[in-house]
């Protein structure tokens, strides 16, 4: 798998350096999905499942307990 040469920090991370984060890029006409922390274990997936995904995990989002209740 090809290392993509730009990843953009999730629009949820705080910002600054250090922060744990999503990042994600493209490459091979896919998307590749890191962990900044963790920037070796890639994810590769393509838009439509991701768009999926995304609108999966926004429209579940006012039901979600918090973290560790369920």
């Known amino acids: 798998m090809t290392t993509p040469a730009t990843w953009q920090k999730s629009s949820f991370s705080g910002g600054g350096e250090g922060n744990d984060c999503v990042e994600l890029a493209t490459a091979e ?35 979600a307990a918090p973290c560790g209740r369920r």
């Open 29 to 63: 006409g896919g998307i590749r999905l890191r962990e900044s922390d963790a920037p070796a274990t890639m994810l590769a997936t393509t838009p439509a499942p991701l768009t999926h995904l995304l609108h999966t995990l926004k429209s579940r989002q006012h039901q």
